[in-house]
């Protein structure tokens, strides 16, 4: 899902980060070099199915040497060799990790692995991803969105991030926090890609892991309503969020947010 990918890159510029790396598979890196231009692209090994193969582990390592922050899940797929290059990445970076979308559907029935990693973790589920990782329903979690979202970062020592109407942001030891920007119109493709990227960007700007999520997800929502204010919620897209970012942000320095 290039979209997906191109998304979370251009949040993480567009959230201060100095130089932002897409890794994408070989035979998909035209595709993304045509479509960023900011944004430098690394191609790495691939799967017969055009996704990250578990053969670009070393690649990957190297390269992440010298990255404050590095951000998996959007677009990367669930083909089984890219899950497994996944699990091996969350056990092996030593660099602060922000889990997403099909990186947290590479930890389904393995969660426990989240206690192995060698760095911070945040980790972003909607709901629905949430209820696969800890067999709740989608409903029990709603609600009891913020109890959900404590006792998983207590037992898994991640910072969680439980998205959805007001947003649940918790870190080991129950502190947490409740959002309250956004509107119903960021229910829609892309808008969870862009705030990954926002959380990697602050975290690499030497923000702590809880802070930074917390930071990101007010962020993020504040440029969904001020997208909405342009385009209305029903018509308002992730790009369109996305192009919002730098208002957010100012709005927030000037003390208006």
Do not use: W
């Not at 990918?5 to 959230?15: I, T």
């Not at 897409?22 to 035209?30: A, D, E, M, V, Y």
């Not at 029935?109 to 909607?126: D, E, M």
């Not at 404590?150 to 910072?159: C, E, G, H, T």
């Amino acid at each position: 899902m290039t979209g997906a990918a191109a998304l979370c890159s251009e949040a993480a510029l567009l959230s201060g980060s100095g130089l932002v790396t897409l890794g994408i598979c070989k035979s998909l890196n035209p595709i993304l070099e045509k479509k960023l231009t900011e944004v430098m692209t690394k191609p790495l090994a691939e799967t017969k199915g055009q996704t990250l193969s578990e053969r670009a582990f070393p690649e990957i390592m190297k390269f992440a040497e010298k990255a404050d922050c590095v951000a998996i899940g959007p677009g990367l797929s669930r083909d089984p060799s890219t899950q497994r290059l996944i699990r091996k990445l969350i056990i092996a970076l030593r660099k602060p990790v922000v889990l997403d979308a099909d990186g947290i559907n590479a930890i389904e029935g393995k969660v426990r692995l989240l206690r192995s990693a060698k760095a911070p973790i945040v980790i972003t589920p909607h709901p629905g991803e949430m209820s696969r990782l800890i067999a709740l329903s989608r409903n029990g979690i709603s609600r009891a969105k913020e109890k959900v979202a404590k006792d998983f970062a207590n037992k898994y020592n991640v910072v969680c991030v439980l998205k959805g109407h007001r947003t649940v942001v918790a870190r080991p030891g129950g502190r947490s926090y409740v959002n309250t920007t956004g509107n119903p119109g960021m229910a829609k493709g892309g808008t969870g890609d862009v705030l990954t990227g926002m959380i990697a960007a602050f975290i690499g700007q030497g923000i702590r892991p809880f802070d930074a999520a917390k930071l990101g997800v007010y962020l993020h929502g504040l440029a969904g309503d001020l997208a909405a204010k342009d385009k209305g919620e029903v018509s308002m897209l992730a790009s369109d969020l996305l192009n919002k970012i730098p208002d957010a942000i100012k709005k927030f320095q000037s003390g208006k947010g």
